[in-house]
């Protein structure tokens, strides 16, 4: 039976909860040729809303932070949309909460996601409004030609995932 299942699926059942978190992100290799975008947006079109942004910061932090720490794997990449006059201590508590990790991105702008088209527009615009995560990887995954697919899902500021869902996708 587990024959019949894609080799994604079948490496999934393989693969036990992982002990320690690694610093690094490996490159994309052929065995990884699908690339998996998790967008959350955060406060976008709201700047002003400072009660309500720290609301919603209270409620990223206590499920959709450790929702993405505890992936079991790194094979994707996070981007949280924010809007880019978002009020300075709120931005500056999110750049903190994602800075530690290279696969995360806290994005400045008020598009829905961000796409490879938005890392063409120029070194200016494009890195102006990447904030956090390692920029040399953001671009290497985001422009493979040779990456034959790009899923991605939508994780609300307030939500929850499995800590798996990122590696059964």
């Not at 610093?23 to 406060?43: A, C, N, P």
């Not at 609301?55 to 499920?63: D, K, N, P, S």
């Amino acid at each position: 039976l587990a024959s019949l299942l894609p080799p994604l699926v079948r490496n999934a059942m393989d693969v036990s909860p992982m002990e320690t978190r690694s610093s690094t992100i490996k490159e994309v290799t052929g065995e990884d040729d699908m690339l998996h975008i998790v967008t959350t947006r955060f406060m976008q079109d709201q700047a002003n809303l400072v009660v309500l942004g720290k609301a919603r910061l209270l409620l990223f932090e206590t499920f959709c932070m450790p929702t993405m720490i505890h992936q079991n794997t790194d094979n994707f990449l996070w981007f949280v949309m924010t809007d880019p006059n978002l009020n300075g201590d709120l931005l500056q508590r999110l750049v903190s909460l994602l800075s530690p990790y290279p696969h995360f991105y806290l994005v400045a702008s008020n598009s829905k996601l961000l796409t490879p088209a938005n890392l063409t527009m120029g070194s200016g615009p494009a890195k102006r409004m990447i904030l956090t995560g390692d920029i040399n990887l953001l671009y290497s995954r985001m422009l493979d030609r040779h990456r034959p697919l790009l899923i991605e899902t939508r994780l609300d500021a307030d939500g929850k995932e499995k800590d798996r869902f990122a590696l059964w996708l």
